[in-house]
């Protein structure tokens, strides 16, 4: 229950700041004739409510403890790695960087290196036959 | 009029085990089930496309009470209202009968969602040719209301929505067609893909939260379904006691379909709300696990009617079958039934024949292929995952740079998910924001900036006072008996 209230914060933390770009971006749009408000109305209105929403959960939780439980680490590798995918899949194709990223899910997911090799393996082939062959997806 | 060719039955049929063997492997839900579908269905054409998610969506819901039995572990969030009674019921009886007593109901609560869908659906739509604008506005006020009041945590619910309707906000507005938040990337000027922030909502954040919870994804270990004679007890025996059960069966299901119906809820409402009710009564496991399942079945028809008729969808399935209509060139509403007359009745034949013959005889099969399925590791299964969601992503628009996006918005979901915010509103969110621009800016450009206008048209006045009383409501229904009915806060996240 505690790391939950960690990421509470955060995702709370993160409705104030979109909240704030929002409203901040919202000033340059351009404005109805008449004066009257054009497409920075809804976002604004978005705005207001993440931020006044973001800051009420904080408030609600300032005074209970929270701590991380591990595991982190594993989840910010991942996800460095999918912004990789758009590179690995002009080097590799299609297939095989679905097979590797299966590979890479299962091994960081703790399963023995052969069996991450076989599911790779397995993605690859069904994404070749599916996606590539009979779908007609090019990569 | 050909309304089930034999590709739409495959694709049925295909869809309807595929759903099925999703929703009973606990940690595969039905909507990533869906996510991980929609990149291939939408190279198939509406036909094929919607028999398959109609498949999907209806046995996946059903098959969540399969893990249940087999491993006393939900498939899906509305399983878990009476899985301790299912498991019960499979341990003390036989797995069989228990999954008789799941799929049976199961069958029967859909078929009577589906009534009232036919119904439901031509009423509304009639109704909605008369709405402009002004009533539409209202009408998705209400669900983004609802939606948010759903949520145990008001202020999450209020963050979920938010964050998903500024998420459409990016590109042309829906009103005047002025770029928005784009950065001067021209990939952004359609708005951030749908489909591609479902995989990443749906399949990154799962793959993600199994890499931060590690080695506790143990692989379960599954009971039989028994021995002897498992037919007589999954139809005879089963099939007797819905029999001896029918006044509550047809009281469970009318619930079902009136929760499935309402916006912002869904079928984990509906089967939480059927089966806490039966236990109050001090009903019998298998009495609880009857309403539950008959329940979350009949909400799923139910689900569709608000869906078909007027484009606003009931719970996160819903808006994902939205979004795919619309990738298909389908506008759903009126229009829907105006010009598309021949879907809507493939779609209604597609229920029925889910729900007589998929239902009870793919319920059995898909039983007998999970509980080998089982014995591989929910971390072989995530992995996989991972690579299918990559894919999918990119396959969708060809578009390597759709890439980036999954992992921004693979981010933002696990921080959600971890966070306990409910990721379906965010999902909702994106689908409704756009409706609500749209027809608030329609509606003030016509009458200059008047908003006394959406208070002047008899029927646009009687919602915005359906709004009024259904916040009041909830909030006192809130203060009261909601804390009593058990209520599931981190399985609807």
């Known amino acids: ?139 | 009029m050909n309304f089930l060719s034999p590709e739409a039955l495959l694709a049925l049929l295909l869809g309807s085990l595929y759903g099925a063997i999703f929703g009973a492997i606990p940690g595969l839900t039905a909507t990533l089930a869906i996510s991980l579908a929609i990149p291939v269905l939408l190279f198939l054409g509406p036909e094929v496309a919607l028999a398959a998610l109609i498949g999907i969506t209806a046995t996946a819901i059903f098959a969540g009470d399969i893990g249940s039995v087999l491993v006393r572990m939900p498939g899906t969030p509305a399983s878990a209202a009476y899985t301790e009674e299912l498991h019960e019921v499979a341990r003390r009886r036989s797995p069989a009968f228990a999954l008789g007593i799941s799929a049976l109901p199961s069958a029967i609560g859909s078929l009577i969602g589906l009534g009232f869908l036919v119904v439901g659906s031509l009423g509304l739509v009639a109704l909605a040719r008369q709405f402009s604008s002004f009533e539409y506005f209202w009408l998705v006020l209400l669900g983004i209301l609802s939606g948010i009041l759903a949520v145990p945590r008001v202020l999450k619910g209020a963050i979920a929505f938010g964050l998903g309707m500024l998420l459409a906000t990016i590109g042309y507005d829906p009103a005047l067609g002025n770029p928005r938040f784009t950065f001067g990337q021209r990939d952004l000027l359609g708005g951030i893909d749908f489909i591609v922030a479902l995989i990443a909502f749906f399949g990154v954040s799962e793959v993600l939260y199994h890499l931060l919870h590690g080695s506790r994804g143990q692989s379960p270990h599954p009971q039989g379904l028994g021995r002897g004679s498992i037919l007589s007890q999954y139809f005879g025996e089963a099939g007797r006691y819905c029999w001896q059960e029918r006044g509550s069966l047809a009281r469970s299901s009318l619930l079902g379909t009136f929760v499935g119906f309402l916006p912002g809820a869904g079928s984990d409402i509906a089967a939480w709300i059927s089966s806490n009710l039966r236990r109050m009564r001090k009903g019998r496991p298998e009495q609880v696990a009857l309403d539950g399942s008959s329940a979350n079945n009949a909400a799923v028809a139910g689900a569709w009617i608000p869906a078909m008729a007027l484009g606003l969808p009931g719970d996160t399935l819903t808006a994902i079958l939205l979004g795919m209509f619309l990738a298909l060139g389908i506008t759903p509403g009126p229009e829907l039934f105006n010009k598309h007359g021949a879907l809507v009745l493939q779609i209604y034949l597609a229920f029925f024949l889910v729900s007589v013959v998929m239902l009870p005889l793919g319920g059995y099969l898909s039983a007998l292929i999970v509980q080998n399925l089982l014995k591989i590791p929910t971390r072989v299964l995530m992995g996989a995952v991972l690579g299918l969601c990559v894919v999918g992503a990119y396959a969708v628009n060809n578009n390597p740079s759709d890439l980036y996006l999954l992992a921004v918005l693979g981010a933002l979901g696990f921080v959600l998910r971890q966070g306990g915010f409910p990721l379906g509103l965010v999902v909702l969110g994106m689908v409704l924001g756009p409706l609500l621009e749209q027809h608030f800016m329609v509606s003030m450009i016509k009458t200059h900036w008047n908003l006394l206008s959406f208070f002047e048209r008899p029927l646009a006045l009687l919602l915005a006072i359906l709004n009024v009383a259904m916040v009041v409501g909830v909030l006192g229904f809130r203060r009261g008996w909601w804390a009593a009915l058990r209520w599931p806060a981190e399985e609807r996240a």
């Open chain 1, 1 to 139: 229950m505690s790391a939950q209230r960690i990421w509470e914060r955060a995702a709370a933390l993160l409705a104030v700041a979109l909240g704030t770009l929002a409203l901040v971006l919202s000033r340059n749009l351009p404005q109805m004739e008449g004066g009257y408000p054009g497409p920075a109305l809804f976002p604004s209105i978005l705005g207001a409510l993440l931020v006044f929403s973001g800051l009420g959960l904080l408030w609600q939780g300032r005074r209970e403890k929270a701590r991380l439980e591990g595991g982190e680490g594993r989840v910010l590798l991942s996800l460095l790695g999918l912004a990789l995918a758009p590179w690995l899949l002009s080097q590799m194709g299609l297939a095989f960087t679905a097979g590797l990223y299966a590979l890479a899910g299962a091994w960081l997911l703790g399963v023995r290196f052969g069996t991450a090799l076989l599911t790779g393996g397995m993605v690859a082939l069904l994404v070749y036959t599916v996606f590539q062959r009979f779908l007609g997806v090019q990569g």
